[in-house]
């Protein structure tokens, strides 16, 4: 069998579609409603976290962040829109001044940023700011 100039565009669009259904989507609702229980070891309160993040970041490839929490031991920060969620877990001891943390994260388009905080108390903080993304960083 002859393969056509034709026949070779339909199998390269074919395979196109597979690979395109085999990326993998954005994270779902529920895989980080999972990630946030596992850490805090159920749903914590909202409030006493703080997120610094632009209300609108140029380019998603690197957007500057900072959390901090008053008295925290650890900070889980997620990015819910990523394909991977996690973005990062800051640990901090006696020795720290305080409980505060900054980097640069991907973000693949608009989206929540949720930061967890442990106390040193025992309880779990969290707190969830959008940031807009006019670049995708994941791909977009």
Known sequence: MEMTRRDMFALAAG???VGLIQMPANASEDAVEAAIKKFAGGMP???GVEIGAPEIAENGNTVPIEVAAAGATSIMVLAAGNPSPGVGTFHF??????SRASTRIRLAGTQDIVAVAKMADGSTKMARREVKVTIGGCGG
């Open 15 to 17: 395979l196109a579609a």
């Open 45 to 47: 309160e909202t409030g």
């Open 93 to 98: 001891t006696e020795m720290c001044a305080e």
